[in-house]
């Protein structure tokens, strides 16, 4: 019975013990690459970020690419001071992260308005049931992507050669 406590107690205190994976920052917006992509002044250095848990269409897929871009433009303007909560960096080097401004988190916000879509292939280090309730949302509404009976070919789709 005394192990049964102790088992308890780790898996208390473990997650208190073992810090948390994600990094927030303070960074500053310096460019706008696409519907899921920014460059940031972070610690002196310029890095690419990555939109954690997202992927908005591809600049191809006319004139959804577009509007994401222009959305996150005007959710993070250049120039802005933002907070980032990065997960991890991906094959590119470059960082994967939630950026929000003014407390509200653009990753999540893009996806409300229908300009990007979950993605639930890197879903981890994000709120699921946040992100799955924004989409559907999105979808029943028919914004955005979702405007279009069933959604435009995922951006997924498309980098591997199909879907335009």
């Known amino acids: ?15 208190l013990c073992l810090g948390s994976p994600v990094l ?3 960074a500053t917006v310096v460019s706008i690459g696409d519907g899921d ?21 591809e600049t ?15 959710l993070l ?19 994967v992260a939630q950026l929000s401004r003014g407390g509200r988190n653009a990753n999540q916000a893009l996806v ?17 049931q946040t992100y799955s309730r924004l989409e559907t949302s999105a979808r029943l509404q ?3 992507v979702w405007s279009v009976r069933g959604g435009i070919p995922r951006p997924w789709d498309v980098r591997r050669g199909g879907g335009l």
């Open 1 to 15: 019975m005394a192990g049964h406590g102790l088992v308890r107690l780790l898996v208390w205190f473990a997650p």
């Open 24 to 26: 927030a920052q303070s």
């Open 37 to 57: 992509t920014v460059r940031v002044r972070l610690g002196g250095e310029v890095r690419s970020v990555r939109l954690a848990c997202i992927d908005a269409p």
């Open 60 to 74: 191809a897929q006319i004139p959804w690419g577009q509007q994401a871009r222009s959305q996150l433009q005007a």
């Open 77 to 95: 303007p250049i120039g802005a001071a933002v907070d980032l909560r990065s997960t991890t960096s991906d094959r590119y080097g470059r960082l």
């Open 112 to 128: 409300a308005s229908g300009a990007a879509f979950v993605y639930w292939r890197y879903i981890g280090g994000c709120d699921r």
């Open 142 to 144: 028919r914004l955005g």
